[in-house]
Each structure stands twice: as C-alpha cells, then as structure tokens.
C-alpha cells in the first residue's frame, strides 16, 4: 500500500525544497487533521493539468495558466485517495535531460546538489528521492521518467504506448508521450500504475486491453525467464556502469534465469529517429500556445503577426525554440521524405526488431543510461551531448514497449546507477515481477529512506 | 482560334451531425459567439480528439451515393498555418488517404469525375471592427466534407449545374443541409484555359464562393481574365484569388511563391481510420434512391413526364412525399398531378417547409381515392385540399362538415333535372329546335339545383336523355 502523510509530506517539502526546487508550485490548502484512511501524498509534474494549480509545463508562455479540467491519470489518482501536494518542476515542455531548461530554475540531485536530477520529470524525481513524497507522476517522450529516476535512484516506470490515458497530459510528442510513476520500491510503482492505467474514451490512442494485476505474483522470482541483454546498446559500454551492469545480470542469472544476448540491430538509430520524430511533431503540438486564447501575450504586440512573433519569441525559452524549428524543418516540404518519412520508416524497422527479440526473450535489460548524474551546467550548452542522456531509454518510446529503471547500486563518487528492464507491449507484469526479484537481491533502495 | 475553359471544383459541405468533429460541442448556428465550445476545440493544453462516428457515417453515406470507393483505411492529418480563428494552429483534415476516392456525378448528359471525398474539421469566424478583431470560435471543429472533381467542367453553367447537383445529392442522403445563406457549403473553383486538345494551362483557384450565382459570375469573370492575358501574349500566374460579389471580380490573394507550406503529416492524436466493410454495407442500405434513379423509375413505371420527375424529385422531401401519396392513392399519375400542381404552389404561396405542412402523404392519398371512387367530383376535390391544407382536418371528415360528397344516384338526379327542364321550357325548346349549345346551360342549372354535388358525367347523361326522349 503506497502510504504517507500529507502533512508530513508539505512538511519535509517546506524544509527540503529550498535547497532541491523539486516543486513549482506546493499546495495551500490547509490540510484537514483527519485524512481518509486510504490518502497519500503525491507528487505531479507539472505538464499534468490540473484545476486547484496551474500548469506552466517549465514555460513562460503558459503564464498563470489554470486548467478547466483534470488530466485523466490526475482524476484518477484524486478518486484513489491521492492527495497532490505539488506540482514538480520538468525541462521546458519536458524537452530536456537535466531540468535546466526550466524557465523556473534548475533542480538539484538530492545526492548531490552540485549536480542534475535528470530530465525531463527532474522535480518529480527528486521529490521522491529525497523522501517529500512516496510517489509521484512524472511524463516520458524518450527516457524523461527513467533517466531521472536512474539520476535519483529511485524506481521509474514508463508504460506501454496507451496504457495510460494521454489526456490532460500537455503534448510534448503525441506518438511517444506517456505518464509514467515514480516510487522509491517496485510494488508502489506497481500499485500506482494500476490506478492510472486503463482505457480512457477521451483519448484515441488510450488502449483497451485489460489492466493485469501487476501485484498478483511480483515476488514468484525469475526462475526460467528468459532475459535478453541487447548487446548492440552494451557493446562499447566500459568502466564502472558496464562492471554495475554486468553485476545486476549475475543477480539474474543466480535466480535460475536463461541469460542470453539479445539483437535488436537498428537499437543505433534511435536517437536520430527519437529527435526528427519527436521534434516534428512537437513542432506542431506547440502551435496553440499562440497568445490568442490563454497564456502569455506580448505587452508591445500590435498586430496579428507580433502577436505570434513576439509572444511565442517571448514565451518560449532556447531549447523549445531550437526543437520548433528542427521539427518545422524535418516536416516541410521538400525534405519530408528525407527526414520525417525516413525516420518513420526506421522506426517501423526498430518495433519490428523488438517484436522479433521477444519472441525469444521474456525481458530486455540495458543500463537506464550511460553515466550516473552529470554536473550542473556540464551539457547545457552543448544539446548533442545532452541529447546522448536518452541512447538507452529512447528506444522503448519509439517501440511503445514498456521499460523500467530499477536502481542497481553506485559509482564511485556515490551517485545511483540503474539498470533497465524493457518488456513487450502490455507486459508491464513481467517487468514488475523481474524488477521486484532485483529489489529483493539487491535492497539498493534502503539508501534512499 | 478559341480558348477552351477546364474547370474543377472543391466543394466544403458541412456535415449534418449534431455535434462537432472532434468533441461534444453543439454544431447549432446562430448561437451567442464562443458558447458552444470546451477544451478539445479551444485547443487548450492536453485536451484531444475523439472522432465523431456519426461525421464518418455521413461522409460514408455520400461517397456511396457518389459511387467513391470508400476506403478501408484512411488517416487524419494535420494541415499547420496560424490563424487565430484556428485554434490549435492546425487543422485536421485528411491529405494522402481520403475516405472516398473515384466516384463520379451524372450532371445532364455530362459525368463529372470526383478525385476524392475526405473529411476535415472548420475553422472558427473573425469578426474585423474598426480597431479590433473578434474571434468566434463555435463553428471551429464542426465537420465537413470536401469533395473534389476532376477538371471535367468546360463552362461556368457547367459548372453551376454541376454545383446544384452536388447540393441536390447531398441533401438527398442527409449528408448536408445544404443551406447556403448560413455557410453549409462552400465551393473554391480552379480554372485555367487552353486550347482544345493541348495540355492543361495553368490555373488559377477562385476561394470561397458561396452561390451558384456568384459561382457562375466568378468563373466567367476568371475565364475573361485569363483570356484577357493571353490574348495579349501574356502568361498566367498560378495563384489564389477572392470572389467579391459586390464588385463581381476575383482578386488575388496570393500567389504560388507565397502560399504556406502546410507541412502536412499523420496526426498522431487520432488512429488510422478503419471502416469494416459490413459498416459500410449497412451504410449503404441507408442511402435513399437518389434523383436520377427516381427520374426513371417514375418515368418507366409511372409513365410520368421527364418534366414532371424533375420537378417531383428537385427535393427529396418533395419526391418521399410524392411517393408515399402515389403508394397511398394507389394512382401515380393523380399525385403526382397533385403535389405537382397543388402542394407545390401552397409550399410556395405560404412559404412553408414540407416538414410544417399539414396535408400528410396519407391525406392526399385518401382525397384522391375519394375522387377515384367517385364519392366526391373535381371540383369539391379542389375545395377539400385547400381546407386540408388549412385546417390539417383529414378529407372524409371535410367532405362530411361541408355536405361535398357527390351523388351519384340515378334517380335523385332525375328528380332534379325534371324540375330544371320544367322551370326552363324556353330554353328546351330552343334546344329541340336545334340550339344545341343550350346543353351546357340546362346542365349547369342542374349543377346549380344540386349544389354542384351531381356527379357531373351522370348529370350530363341525365338531361342528354330527357332532351332526346319523347316529352316527359
Ligand atoms: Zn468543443
């Protein structure tokens, strides 16, 4: 059973978040004495719309931007006892690695403050890391729950494509967004999941198949499951990470489970697909945030044309500026085939990889990403390093496979590692139930509490 | 040497549903600006579109009446410019995989091609004030229909014609209430000229034309245009132009170099659009028959003038109406007689939709089968129908109230024309003197004496016999 106290929770926020910046916004509300007995406290990222906060998504352009409805994961999770006692801080309409692309300020690690919580769902991470909340929502488009999840070291779970609904949900990149949890053990992953996940006629792309019980049976082990570790991902890996993962494998193996390599040889051009895919889209999604009908308008606009220029010039921050145009280039006319077509084709050839390997193998396992929690302001500058952070998550986005970050120990400076589980569409069970063997191995997760 | 006109038309049809494209918002027209709107076609963060079945089934049922091949799969797309009466800064429409394709519409002795039918969604209004502009945004999301032709049309009366059959069609399957003046269907047209046999010239689109007038004058103006050009040695630029009916000119809008590049691509909200192929059969049985079958069946099993199927199927409503009175009468010659000549002009004369009138197929039916049977003559018929038409009272009862019902028997006019004959001996004995135009008199005075409630044919036959016959 997820379980807290919300003053509790509002409490260890007052004290705690000065130093991370975990929240954009804490909620007022004068918690009543008594809390239902089932409540908890929970974390959302602010990309969720909800109707008591506002939604900035990271953003300017939202201004004080209040939203007429509940996202639907949001509506959920109130009717299941979840008390939102904030809404987390995310890279500018949760495009970003590290959370510096916030127009609120950057959030801090909760192990080390020198350095980043990850990116995009950083705030939601963090929060739960540093034990101001049990769990929280955060967003994944290619890896934004489970790189800051690794960053933390904590559990971070991103669903199949359309296992939770998408509405409510502010569109970064339609075909590969999904609201993914965080918790600090697998069973509240498991458990929050199952109050998300379902169908939702208010979202086309929301799936019909049946919500497993994810708990029923998450401690049978691993005995005989059959685990693939995608050796084009781990190939080039060295150093501290390849050591940590090789040793999460052993943790497999001496569970009984039949540990093979695994191939899945278009895995390399995820992140060229992930970027042409994600931005063009995103190009287009972004289009409403246009200063006619909510958010911020440009106070010297005069005409309809400095309307669009200048608030969206105003409102959008580099980043989100860079990836509009990217995107607006890899859909125009003229190199559509050569970009977005292409990637889309690639794409098609990558589902078609994992669909083979799983024929073959119950799960997947990578590392959650190449290097522990990189240095405030190390990659800001830089967006291709930055971009590298999602080589390993990015791939189960643009299959719309499940995948989690499970944490697996630490560098040698003390920073979380995490390995990552990837399962096949809607086999969140068996990722639940691998991920859980580990965690009873491992117990990585009592340095977190 | 002459120019000749090719002509294509792009025609917006609003769909008939009740709410909009892509969420559950009234399309009703009229209402306060910006009430019939929510969060999906505000296009406020988060919110998505669900596909409107209903939008689907109509634009189905017109690519079968069309004789399009309805796709089994088709995909929504998202067209990207910025304007603000579109909210999301796309709009959703279908580009490489329509709905319908091929398809064709018999227009007179002429088949127009249609390339394709697919469905998108409208744009709001703006409303531009001295210093200001408004944005209404209730019919943004409504769904709408785009059918497109082939470049088979050579003049602008083709053209027109072409229009009015479209609108009829679609009005026939419910499709599109077909109501111009509120903005139900809109038609661009591309004209280009050429000479006869050479390759196609370059075109130019005329926007928005909103009546088969307008439509008319604009192509004749864009043929005059470009005539104009290349008469003079010019050469055409492909470009977009603006109707403006008051002036009656096209204007150009802008031209190929500055047109948007739309940057269309598969809208990843929305999931490829599959049509079981038993969903369309069903559809299928809910297409009615359309005018062209009408025309000949009524021609073939009613021997009704080509003329009168013409004017008996223009509307639907009109044709149903007229079907059901024949079934009803069981006498396709009478009704159509009857909705032709008199419900037509009492529609006309009181300005009334078929929906309002009170004479029922059933009514009309039953008054003709009291004429058939003889209960009540031609004239009272008349006289019946219009208070029918008034009083929404069934015929029998308005025979009854008014004493109309015809009498037919033998010896009661014989009774009648006696007393005629022996009040007139002036005038029986012109008529044996050989005046024989008298006839008509003494039969009226007969009439007259029955309250014009006499069988007329028997009244005829009745004085014709006393006449002839050795004096009574
Ligand atoms: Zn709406």
């Known amino acids: ?207 019909r198949v049946l919500v497993d019980d994810y708990r029923d049976g998450i401690d049978s082990g691993v005995s005989g499951l059959r685990v693939g570790i995608v050796g084009e991902a781990i190939r080039d890996l060295k150093g501290e990470v390849r050591a940590n993962f090789d040793a999460a494998v ?200 | 040497m002459t120019w000749e006109a090719v002509i294509g038309l792009e025609v917006h049809a609003r769909l008939l549903t009740e709410s909009k494209l892509f969420c559950g918002c009234a399309t009703s027209f009229g209402a306060a600006p910006n009430t019939h709107v929510c969060p999906v076609c505000l296009a406020y963060p988060g919110a998505l579109p669900v596909l409107n079945r209903r939008a689907v089934e109509l634009a189905i049922r017109m690519a079968i009446a069309t004789d399009c091949e309805v796709q089994p799969r088709s995909v929504f797309a998202r067209k990207n410019y910025f304007y603000p009466d579109l909210p999301k800064g796309y709009q959703i429409s279908q580009f490489e995989r329509p709905i319908g394709t091929g398809g064709h519409v018999e227009n007179g002795g002429m088949t127009v091609r249609l390339t394709r039918i697919h469905i998108e969604e409208d744009a709001g209004k703006l409303m531009h004030e001295s210093d200001r502009s408004l944005v209404d945004l209730n019919r943004a999301g409504t769904p709408l229909i785009e059918i497109v032709s082939e470049p088979d049309l050579r003049s602008a009366s083709d053209a027109a014609a072409y229009f009015t059959r479209l609108r009829q069609i679609l009005m026939y399957t419910g499709a599109c209430d077909g109501n111009m003046e509120e903005g139900s269907l809109r038609c661009d047209a591309n004209v280009s000229l050429r000479r006869p046999g050479a390759p196609l010239g370059t075109r130019s689109e005329v926007k928005n034309v909103n009546s088969f007038r307008y439509l008319a004058r604009a192509i004749e103006f864009e043929i005059e245009r470009q005539t104009a050009i290349l008469e003079s040695g010019g050469k055409i630029v492909q470009e977009t132009r603006l109707f403006d009916p008051a002036a009656g000119e096209t204007r150009s809008m802008r031209t190929k170099e500055e047109s948007h590049d739309y940057r269309y691509f598969p809208d990843p909200d929305l999931l490829t659009l599959e049509i079981e192929q038993s969903w369309i059969e069903s559809i299928r049985g809910t297409v009615p028959l359309l005018p062209r079958q009408r025309i000949a069946r009524y021609q073939q099993d009613y021997a009704i003038s080509a003329g009168d199927a013409e004017v008996l199927t223009a509307d639907r409503g009109i044709a149903d109406f007229f079907e059901a009175t024949a079934a009803e009468a069981a006498n396709a010659k009478s009704a159509a007689n009857w909705v032709r000549n008199e419900v037509l002009r009492v529609l006309n004369d009181r300005k009334t939709e078929l929906a309002d009138y009170r004479v029922t197929p059933a009514m009309l039916g039953r008054l003709i089968r009291l004429i058939d049977s003889g209960a009540i003559g ?91 016959s050795p004096r009574a």
Not at chain 1, 255 to 280: D, F
Not at chain 1, 308 to 325: A, H, L, N, Q, T
Not at chain 1, 399 to 426: C, D, K, N, T, Y
Request: hydrophobic share 40%; charged share 20%; net charge neutral.
């Open chain 1, 250 to 449: 052993e943790v497999y193996r001496r569970g009984g489970a039949k540990v093979e390599t695994a191939h899945v040889p278009s895995i390399g051009y995820s992140i060229a697909v992930y970027y042409i895919i994600a931005n063009a889209e995103a190009s287009t999604n972004l289009s409403r945030f246009d200063g006619i009908r909510y958010g911020h308008r440009s106070a010297r606009a005069r005409t309809l044309g400095e309307i669009y220029f200048d608030s969206r010039g105003e409102g959008f921050g580099p980043e989100v500026k860079r990836r509009i145009m990217l995107g607006t280039f890899a859909l125009s006319s003229g190199y559509y085939d050569a970009y977005y077509g292409r990637a889309q084709k690639v794409r098609a050839k990558l589902r078609a990889d994992f669909a083979t390997a799983f024929k073959q193998f119950d799960i997947l396992l990578t590392p959650t990403t190449p290097e522990p929690a990189f240095r405030i302001g190390e990659k800001v500058s830089d967006p291709l390093s930055m971009y590298l952070s999602d080589i390993f998550t990015a791939p189960a986005n643009l299959a719309g496979i499940p995948a989690m970050a499970v944490p697996s120990g630490f560098s040698s400076e003390g920073l979380p590692l995490s390995l990552q589980i990837m399962a096949p569409h809607f086999q969140e069970k068996v990722m639940f139930r691998a991920a859980q063997f580990f965690e009873n191995e491992t117990a990585y997760w009592r340095a977190t509490t």
């Open chain 1, 1 to 207: 059973m997820i379980s807290g106290s919300i003053d509790e929770s509002l409490r260890t926020i007052r004290e705690n978040d000065g130093r991370i910046h975990a929240f954009l916004h804490v909620a007022k509300h004068d918690v009543p004495a008594i809390q239902p007995a089932d409540s908890f406290p929970v974390a959302i990222k602010d990309n969720l719309v909800t109707t008591d906060m506002p939604t900035t998504c990271g953003s300017r352009i939202l201004g004080e931007f209040y939203s007429p409805f509940d996202a639907t994961a949001v509506a959920r999770l109130r009717a299941a006892g979840g008390v939102i006692v904030g809404k987390t801080n995310l890279d500018e309409f949760a495009m970003g690695s590290s959370t510096e692309h916030s127009a609120f300020g950057v959030t801090r690690n909760p192990w080390d403050d020198t350095r980043v919580a990850g990116g995009s769902s950083g705030g939601s991470a963090a929060a739960v890391a540093a034990g101001m909340v049990p769990v929280a929502l955060g967003s994944e488009t290619g890896g934004s729950v489970r790189q800051p999840a690794a960053f933390c070291g904590i559990v971070g779970v991103k669903p199949t494509y359309g296992r939770v609904s998408r509405n409510g949900l502010v569109a970064f990149a339609s075909s590969l967004d999904q609201i993914g949890v965080f918790s600090r053990r697998v069973a509240e992953s498991a458990e929050l999941l199952a109050i998300i996940a379902g169908h939702d006629p208010l979202d086309s792309t929301s799936s």
């Open chain 2, 378 to 468: 031609g004239k009272a018929a008349k006289e019946v129908f219009d208070e029918m038409s008034e009083s929404g009272d069934q015929p029998e009862t308005i025979v009854e109230k008014k004493g109309l019902s015809q009498v037919s028997d033998p010896a009661a006019i014989r009774d009648a024309a006696l007393l005629v004959l022996e009040r007139n001996p002036a005038q029986v004995e012109q008529y044996r003197a050989g005046k024989i135009q008298i006839f008509g008199f003494l039969v009226g005075q007969l009439m007259k004496e029955m309250r014009g409630r006499a069988n007329a044919e028997m009244a005829n036959q009745v004085i014709r016999e006393l006449l002839e």
